[in-house]
């Protein structure tokens, strides 16, 4: 069966430090793999997604940036943390080919401080 | 782009009380449809979801959703709640067919009262 984890659990970083979100899936070759930030209130929104190694598409212009350099490998980063990216990060996958139902990892709770 | 109205923000509920959670979508097209839930210290898990054929469609633990093209709505029921069914639900779209984002609603917490 399909697994996604994703590390760290928890993280608190101060302002203008770097940082790298890893996700990573078992069990499904070439799946897509979407990056969200989960705010109280506002739902969940889409960072990033890829369909493919290397390849990332941008949905939100921000302070983050995502590489895929593996088939089941998605890191999310920074290299200057600001205040307001302070949140709960998802991982996801879906079957490639198309936006099927997600699967989602388990989260990351960043604070910025 | 498609959007997604979640209308009902926190939902508080007594045990064995229905549920109907409301979800309103804006699409032109076909759309695939589907229903999130993110139990207390959980994942995030699908509940449900509709691509195409019987709009009634059913989930785990006894929840369904009907789907009404005429009025892009998606509800959520459960015709008796239990203490376990709080958590936060999500509704999402998108488009049927092609690669297309699934777009999210802003979720309803439902507290479920013993």
């Known amino acids: 069966s399909q697994t996604i984890h994703q590390w760290p659990a928890t993280l608190v970083q101060p302002v203008g430090s770097p940082l790298s979100l890893e996700c990573t899936v078992e069990?499904?070759?070439?799946?897509?793999l979407y990056w969200y930030r989960q705010a109280a209130g506002r739902g969940l929104q889409l960072l990033f997604y890829?369909?493919?190694?290397?390849?990332i598409s941008s949905e939100v212009p921000q302070n983050l940036s995502a590489s895929r350099p593996q088939d089941r490998q998605f890191i999310l980063s920074s290299k200057k943390l600001l205040l307001s990216d302070s949140g709960f990060y998802l991982c996801?996958?879906?079957?490639?080919?198309?936006?099927?139902?997600?699967?989602f990892g388990p989260g990351t709770r960043l604070t910025v401080t | 782009a498609q959007s997604v109205s979640q209308h009902n923000h926190h939902v508080i509920l007594s045990e064995a009380a229905s549920l109907e959670l409301g979800c309103n979508y804006s699409y032109g097209g076909t759309v695939n449809l589907f229903w999130y839930v993110q139990y207390p210290g959980q994942h995030l898990q699908l509940l449900l979801k509709y691509f195409s054929g019987d709009p009634l469609v059913k989930g785990i633990k006894g929840f369904e959703a009907e789907f009404i093209k005429s009025k892009f709505s998606f509800n959520l029921r459960k015709p008796s709640v239990q203490w376990s069914d709080t958590a936060e639900y999500f509704c999402?779209?998108?488009?049927?067919?092609?690669?297309?984002?699934?777009?999210f609603g802003t979720g309803t917490k439902l507290q479920v009262i013993p």
């Open positions: 890829s369909v493919g190694i290397g390849q």
């Open positions: 996801a996958w879906s079957v490639s080919g198309g936006w099927y139902e997600q699967y």
């Open positions: 999402a779209v998108t488009p049927a067919g092609g690669y297309q984002k699934v777009t």
């Open positions: 069990g499904t070759s070439n799946p897509n």
